[in-house]
């Protein structure tokens, strides 16, 4: 049986949070082991933030993982949305530190009395009795400068520190996957690690997400865009094709699970499922 999981982020009005709730009736059909909602940049959005993802856990009834970053927020207020968040009923959170301010690419600027890193969240959260789950990069994090190794060194950190489970970044590239679970299986971790699956909708959209978040866009994926870029339609349809060949490699490999980033939307997440008769 393979594991869905979907990935929400909390709408900025109330239109869009009734979109959500229409969406996530659809993915809820697919019976998802988890639902994970994302923590708005830079804290910005915390207060709605914290009420969708308590709410999505009670109207559906689905486990949900809340994301927390360290963004402007000193230890005191992050052990307080831990606190609501346990109060709330949910039992994991996904430890993260957060890009700055002015964007992933921008220098890390610390909060006085807040941490600097995830490994620091994912302590005080495990202290709370939380399950928690951290970041993983199949092609390392931006700030890395592709030293591979500091990328492992950070998530065997967290591993140690209490995380039991991580999500990675979208990818599309299935050797770079094979390389983090190969290195992490040679350092003895026993991290679940859930490979994180952005199926494509809109082809300016994704180029800006990948440069954002260091994923590498094959020269071969980019030319199959390019060659519908102009067509809306034929986009997300092939956007739905290669996230469904990239699942079917990651079955194949053994995995057992698979984490999807539905940017709000079912409809590509419920067509590539539907594709490879998962989710029943
Ligand atoms: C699945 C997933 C979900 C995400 N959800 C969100 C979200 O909801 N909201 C949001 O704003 N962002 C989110 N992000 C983006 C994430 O916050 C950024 O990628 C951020 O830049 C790094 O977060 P991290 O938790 O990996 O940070 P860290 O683990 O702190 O790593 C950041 C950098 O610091 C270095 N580092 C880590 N620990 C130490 C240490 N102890 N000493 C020295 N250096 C160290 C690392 O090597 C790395 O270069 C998500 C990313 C993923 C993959």
């Given at each position: 049986m393979i594991e869905l999981s979907f990935e929400f982020f909390p709408p900025k009005d109330q239109p869009g949070e009734e979109r959500l709730w229409q969406e996530l009736t659809q993915l809820r059909s697919l019976s998802p082991k988890f639902v994970s909602v994302t923590y708005g940049a830079g804290g910005s959005t915390r207060e709605r933030t914290i009420r969708v993802t308590e709410e999505i856990g009670q109207r559906t009834g689905l486990d949900t993982v809340a994301h927390l970053t360290?963004?402007?927020?000193t230890q005191s207020e992050l052990s307080e949305v831990l606190d609501s968040y346990k109060g709330a009923g949910i039992k994991e959170v996904l430890a993260l530190r957060g890009d700055p301010v002015g964007g992933p690419l921008a220098t890390w600027e610390s909060t006085p009395g807040?941490?600097?890193?995830a490994d620091q969240l994912v302590k005080l959260a495990v202290e709370k009795g939380l399950g928690v789950g951290v970041a993983a990069f199949p092609d390392l994090?931006?700030?890395?400068?592709?030293n591979v190794e500091l990328d492992l060194e950070t998530l065997l950190r967290k591993e140690e520190f209490g995380a039991t489970f991580a999500i990675s970044q979208?990818?599309?590239?299935?050797s770079s996957w094979e390389r983090l679970m190969n290195q992490l299986e040679k350092a003895g971790s026993n991290l679940k690690l859930i490979p994180g699956v952005m199926p494509v909708t809109n082809v300016k959209q994704i180029v800006k997400f990948a440069q954002l978040s260091g994923t590498q866009i094959p020269d071969k994926t980019r030319t199959r865009f390019e060659a519908v870029a102009e067509d809306e339609k034929a986009v997300r349809e092939l956007g739905v094709e290669i996230a469904a060949e990239l699942c079917t490699q990651l079955l194949e490999l053994g995995c057992k699970s698979l984490h999807f980033y539905t940017m709000n939307t079912a409809e590509a997440t419920v067509k590539v499922c539907q594709s490879l008769d998962l989710g029943k």
């Open positions: 360290c963004v402007g927020s807040g941490f600097d890193h994090h931006p700030a890395s400068n592709g979208f990818f599309f590239e299935i």
